[in-house]
């Protein structure tokens, strides 16, 4: 098993471009997250989804917007992006097998630079 | 103030020494708790789950404190291998887990 898999691994883009960060997963996990991490700030949820075809806000999600048309993927759009949204992008999923237990499998990552 | 909160370090500590980390919490919904390991420019990856008092393993133990709100993580026997950031995570209860900023642990020879 692959795991959480993240694509691209490495993004620079100009301030305005748009682009499209993909997350699968091959754990039939129902639960995905998108987090950015910054130094100093820890992990912030942008956006999180509990199944196929549901989406929910987390706690950053200005500027981007996400997908989850099928179960094992989940992507994070950036529409027009922004020197602040220069950031390393986590996915990760669980799968809530049990209430309460929230073990997140993480992706490797997608660092991104906005010019 | 921040849900989770840790002291980020960095704890310099020398190969064989204890060490331990304290975690704050704010909300008192929280039932369950984590400590995720990340090494420089690499993923978190869970190291271990408190979901009652605590949990052992190995050299790591992990405790929790409701009445205080905090959790802890306690190394033993530090190697070199250990040196990496300690993430403090709780489960909000629905669908969420908040992180904490983590906590730099630097083990020396």
């Known amino acids: 098993n692959a795991g959480v898999t993240q694509t691209p691994k490495f993004r620079v883009l100009k301030t305005g471009q748009s682009m499209t960060l993909l997350c699968a997963q091959d754990m039939n996990h129902e639960y995905m997250y998108w987090y950015r991490q910054d130094p100093g700030m820890g992990l912030r949820l942008i956006h999180y989804s509990v199944g196929e075809g549901t989406t929910a806000k987390g706690e950053v999600p200005d500027g981007y917007n996400v997908s989850r048309l099928k179960k094992q993927n989940f992507l994070l759009g950036l529409e027009s992006a922004a020197p602040s949204q220069t950031s390393v992008y986590f996915c990760?999923?669980?799968?809530?097998?049990?209430?309460?237990?929230?073990?997140?499998?993480f992706g490797p990552g997608t660092r991104l630079t906005v010019l | 103030r921040k849900e989770v909160e840790q002291d980020p370090g960095p704890f310099n500590v020398p190969e064989g020494a204890t060490v331990a980390f304290n975690c704050t919490y704010s909300n008192s919904a929280s039932q369950s708790f984590f400590w995720y390991r990340q090494d420089c420019r690499k993923e978190p990856k869970l190291l271990m789950s408190?979901?009652?008092s605590g949990n052992e393993d190995g050299r790591f133990t992990a405790q929790l404190n409701r009445a205080s709100q905090y959790i802890s993580l306690l190394i033993r026997d530090s190697k070199l291998s250990d040196s990496a950031t300690y993430l403090c995570a709780g489960d909000t209860g629905g669908f969420k887990t908040i992180f904490g900023a983590g906590t730099r642990l630097f083990v020396k020879a």
């Open positions: 990760a999923s669980s799968s809530r097998a049990v209430a309460g237990e929230n073990e997140q499998f």
């Open positions: 408190v979901y009652s």
